[in-house]
């Protein structure tokens, strides 16, 4: 695929500083993260990235609007639960959410193409400096090697120093490569790895661990780093790019898609809305009647609960979709017409209301009859995601001008940032130690397997309430009795957890 570079092109001036911070930004990686796991070493790390980039990327960087600094601190508090939480759910959805965040900010201050916040576009120029810009960078840190051998004598000599040059990149290049195989034919031949010891002693202790792996880490980290900066001050506009977006390939999306015929929308919306009436007047005799003991004949709770349950999530989200649908596809103006439509919007949000009201009680239900678990507590909080997203839809219906992609967007940020803080652990062993002190009943197994983010109230359920527990021989909880990690996977939740143990041991 042809490309060219961009016009006008980056200058070529600040590679070698930007090359060498590079460098020593890799080597901070890895003795942040060579051999231990993620805690106060996340967000110091990130804060230095943030530092390499606006330092080395000024040429290219754009002023910081209120959405960057909104992301920015989105992205700072996520990165903190590392340093405050040990929930490894979230732990994981973190380590894959935070880079993606980072590399459309990054993309959305330094790219050439300049896309709006909102446009969907800003996604694919992510990726493409993401791979291949940066890859395309690949061989610059060699150039820059060579030309830092070869200097600017003049002509003079070039020949042997380009020769000289070549021969130690060679060099370079497979004094790795070398160490890997013989050590590991070294490990595989005793006759061979007796014939080495002859040779130095660092010869003949040569392994695929230790040293060795943490210069591969800073060597691969640093290309990473350098490639990926300097993907934004030297990029390129592909041929398929200019011939087909030509002049306007840095304008907002206008949206002209398919248009809905409004009549054929307000009878489809019309049946749906008296189906949905309907079943909430039956529903609500049966909802405010349950919590008073008032169910159909032979239905227990347990039942009544898990009857019906996925079917309303699943009723809720497509409600969400024809939101959605009537209002980007349906033309219906200010008239009479247009009135009726956002009536019954209004109407199936209503509706759509009552029945997550309904799967959320169904849900309490279920979990004073079975338990707190991770799965429920999620369940609680995408429905509340979803009401959130429903009641945006609506005011989207009665406002028009409500711009209602941006506030999904911020409200997806603001949701996530809300489950990482809102203490999943700790909120389950309440339920869970509320539930055993109304009825008796205990999952212990269940109770143990939770984070150390829970900990505190189950030392004092074990004090105050159920001594059987004994937290201290469950294999999580004894694991903290060893010596303090390094400092760069401190955690609080497991610091604390630590700390509270031993004083209740004592």
Known sequence: MSEQPALPSAPASGAGAALAAAIGLALVHQYLFFGHSFGVSYPLFLLLFYAYMWIFGAPQLRP???????????????????????????????????????????????????????????????????????????????????????????????????????????????????????????????????????FPDWLGQLSVSGWFWRIVWTGGMALLLFTYLWGFRDSVVYDWERSALGEHALQPIRTRGPKIDPLIATTVLVLVALVYVLYVVVQLSYLFGAWEGVLPQGLTYADYARQGFAELIALSGINLVILLGTLYLVKAGEGAMGRLIRILLLLIVGCTGVMLCSAYSRLQLYEQAYGYTYARFLAHAFMLYIGALLLLAGLRAALRRVPLGRCFVVASLLAFLALNYAQMDARIAAGNIERYRESGKLDEAYLLSLSTDATPLLIRFQENDYPQLRLVDHRRWTALEQPERDWQSYNFSRRRAARELSEALD
């Open 64 to 198: 910081m609007k209120l959405t960057d600094w909104l992301l920015m601190a989105v992205i700072a508090l996520l990165s903190l639960t590392f340093v405050l939480y040990h929930n490894q759910l979230l732990r994981v959805l973190n380590t894959l959410t935070i880079p993606m965040l980072v590399f459309v900010q990054f993309t959305l201050l330094l790219s050439r193409r300049r896309f709006g916040h909102w446009d969907i576009r800003i996604i694919a120029d992510a990726l493409d400096h993401l791979v291949p810009q940066s890859v395309r960078h690949w061989p610059t840190p060699l150039r820059l090697l060579g030309r830092l051998i070869n200097g600017s004598a003049g002509e003079q000599g070039a020949h042997q120093r380009r020769q000289a040059s070549r021969v130690l990149i060679g060099l370079l290049v497979a004094a790795p490569l070398l160490a890997v195989i013989l050590s590991l034919l070294s490990s595989a031949d005793g006759v061979f790895h007796y014939a080495l010891s002859a």
